[in-house]
C-alpha cells in the first residue's frame, strides 16, 4: 500500500476569509486545485471554534465509547425511526477494500422535534442521547451548532464565488440531513501486516465535511490518478473536503474528494461533520458552470440533469448501513424512488 506524503498543503484563515480578507473567488480555487483545505483561525465570535470545544467533544465521545456494549447497544442506530444513535462495530456496509471493519460510530443530525413518520424517513427528527454521561448532550449540540454555524457561512461565501446573491442556499439549510459523526477506530492486532483498511475509499454525500481528528490516518485520490495521499492533521484546525454535491452543482469544477482511511494500529477518534442542503432540495448544474467541462470528469456515468439532495444521501446510506438495506427492502423504510447501484460520483 502506497503512503505518499503530501507536496503542498493549502489552508485558509477562516477569520479573514469571513471579514472579507480573502476573496471568494480564491477560496474557490482553492477547492477547484485540491479538492480540500485546511481551516484554521475558527476561534473567534460567533463561531468559537478552539481547544476547549476540541477537547470536550473528544472527552465525551471517549467516555461514551468506554461503555459496555451493552450500554451502548441501548441506544443502536437501528432502533431509532430516523437514523440516530449508536453503530456497532458489526454494521459493516458494502465496502470492497474494507474487510475486516474496525470503527464504531455515534451518529446525530439537525434536531427536529415532534416529526411524523414520513419525516423520519426523510431523516428528520430528534437525536438520541445516551444519560450515562454527563455533558455528553450538550456537548454534542454546542460543537453541532458551531459547525453549522461555519457551514452556513461557508456556503455564503462559495455562493458569492458562484455569481450567486450570498444568501442564496439559506433557504435550503433550514432543516437540513447534516450529520455529526463521533467515530472511534478501535486498535486491532488482526490488521497487522493486512492490505486492508479501516474504512473504504468513497466520496462523502453531501456539500462538504469538517474534519477534526485525533491521529493521521485519512487519505485522498487529490490527483484523480488512483494514488490515495495521506493528509496530516494540525492541532485546532479543521481538514474540509468537498463531497457530491458541490461536485455536481458546479459540473465538476470542485470534486468530490475520493478519500479512505488506513490503519495506522492505534486507537483514533475522528469527527466528521456533513455540511448539507434539505432533503427536498433538487440541485442542478449552476449558470456559472454549465459550460465547463472537466479534464478529469470521470465519474461512472453521465449524472440526470437533477438530483435530490434526501434521494442521493439514502441512496448511499443503504449501501452503508445493514439495518437500513433490510429496513427499506422489507418495506418499513418506504423511498419513493430506486436504489443506485453504485455513487455516480465515485471512480471507476
Ligand atoms: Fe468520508
Same mark, same amino acid.
Given at each position: 500500500?502506497?503512503?505518499?506524503?503530501?507536496?503542498?498543503?493549502?489552508?485558509?484563515?477562516?477569520?479573514?476569509?469571513l471579514?472579507?480578507e480573502?476573496?471568494?473567488a480564491?477560496?474557490?480555487?482553492?477547492f477547484h486545485?485540491?479538492?480540500f483545505?485546511?481551516?484554521?483561525?475558527?476561534?473567534?465570535?460567533?463561531l468559537?471554534?478552539g481547544?476547549q470545544?476540541?477537547?470536550?467533544?473528544q472527552?465525551?465521545a471517549?467516555?461514551?465509547f468506554?461503555?459496555?456494549?451493552?450500554?451502548k447497544?441501548?441506544y443502536?442506530?437501528?432502533?431509532s425511526?430516523n /437514523?440516530?444513535?449508536y453503530?456497532?462495530?458489526?454494521?459493516?456496509g458494502?465496502?470492497?477494500?474494507?474487510?475486516?471493519?474496525?470503527?464504531?460510530?455515534?451518529?446525530m443530525s439537525?434536531?427536529?422535534?415532534?416529526?411524523?413518520?414520513?419525516? /423520519?424517513q426523510?431523516?428528520?427528527?430528534?437525536?438520541?442521547w445516551?444519560?450515562?454521561?454527563?455533558?455528553?448532550r450538550?456537548?454534542c449540540?454546542?460543537?453541532?451548532?458551531?459547525?453549522?454555524?461555519?457551514?452556513?457561512?461557508?456556503?455564503?461565501?462559495?455562493a458569492?464565488?458562484f455569481?450567486?446573491?450570498?444568501?442564496y442556499?439559506d433557504?435550503?439549510?433550514?432543516?437540513?440531513?447534516?450529520?455529526?459523526?463521533l467515530?472511534?477506530?478501535?486498535?486491532?492486532p488482526?490488521?497487522n501486516?493486512?492490505?486492508?483498511?479501516?474504512?473504504?475509499a468513497h466520496t462523502?454525500?453531501?456539500?462538504?465535511?469538517?474534519?477534526?481528528q485525533?491521529?493521521p490516518?485519512?487519505?485522498?485520490d487529490i490527483? !484523480?490518478?488512483g494514488?490515495?495521499?495521506?493528509?496530516p492533521?494540525?492541532?485546532n484546525?479543521l481538514?474540509?473536503i468537498?463531497?457530491?454535491?458541490?461536485?455536481?452543482?458546479?459540473?465538476?469544477y470542485l470534486?468530490?474528494?475520493y478519500?479512505?482511511?488506513?490503519?495506522n494500529?492505534?486507537q !483514533?477518534?475522528?469527527?466528521p461533520f456533513?455540511?448539507n442542503?434539505?432533503?427536498?432540495t433538487q440541485?442542478?448544474?449552476?449558470p456559472k458552470?454549465q459550460?465547463?467541462?472537466?479534464?478529469d470528469?470521470n465519474v461512472?456515468?453521465?449524472l440526470p440533469?437533477?438530483?435530490v439532495?434526501?434521494?442521493?444521501?439514502l441512496?448511499?446510506l443503504?449501501?452503508?448501513?445493514?439495518?437500513?438495506?433490510?429496513?427499506?427492502?422489507?418495506?418499513d423504510?418506504k423511498?419513493?424512488?430506486s436504489?443506485?447501484?453504485?455513487?455516480l460520483?465515485?471512480?471507476v
Open positions: 500500500m502506497k503512503n505518499t506524503l503530501i507536496k503542498t498543503i493549502p489552508y485558509i484563515d477562516v477569520k479573514k476569509l471579514a472579507g480573502i476573496s471568494p480564491s477560496f474557490l480555487n482553492i486545485k485540491y479538492g483545505a485546511y481551516l484554521y483561525n475558527l476561534d473567534f465570535d460567533p468559537n471554534i481547544t470545544q476540541f477537547k470536550m467533544l472527552s465525551s471517549q467516555s461514551f468506554d461503555l459496555p456494549l451493552e450500554k447497544m441501548q443502536y442506530i437501528g432502533a425511526p /437514523h440516530r444513535g453503530v456497532p462495530v458489526s454494521e459493516k458494502a465496502y470492497g477494500d474494507e474487510k475486516i471493519r474496525v470503527y464504531e460510530a455515534f451518529d439537525y434536531s427536529l422535534p415532534g416529526t411524523s413518520k414520513e419525516d /423520519h426523510k431523516l428528520r427528527g430528534e437525536n438520541v445516551p444519560q450515562e454521561i454527563s455533558d455528553f450538550n456537548t449540540e454546542s460543537y453541532y451548532n458551531q459547525m453549522f454555524l461555519l457551514g452556513k457561512s461557508l456556503l455564503r461565501i462559495f458569492q464565488a455569481d450567486l446573491p450570498e444568501n442556499f433557504a435550503y439549510t433550514q432543516h437540513p440531513p447534516a450529520q455529526l459523526r467515530l472511534n477506530y478501535l486498535s486491532d488482526r490488521l501486516g493486512q492490505e486492508d483498511v479501516a474504512m473504504g462523502d454525500y453531501e456539500c462538504f465535511t469538517f474534519l477534526y485525533t491521529s490516518g485519512i487519505q485522498g490527483h !484523480r490518478d494514488e490515495f495521499i495521506n493528509l492533521v494540525f492541532k484546525t481538514l474540509m468537498t463531497g457530491d454535491m458541490m461536485h455536481f452543482m458546479t459540473n465538476g470534486r468530490s474528494l478519500h479512505r482511511v488506513i490503519n494500529g492505534a !483514533r477518534l475522528s469527527f456533513f455540511m442542503f434539505d432533503f427536498e440541485v442542478e448544474v449552476l458552470f459550460d465547463f467541462q472537466a479534464k470528469y461512472q456515468q453521465k440533469e437533477k438530483i439532495v434526501g434521494q442521493h444521501l441512496g448511499q443503504y449501501r452503508d448501513f445493514p439495518y437500513l438495506k433490510a429496513k427499506i427492502d422489507m418495506g423504510w423511498v419513493p424512488f436504489i443506485p447501484k453504485y455513487n460520483f465515485e471512480r
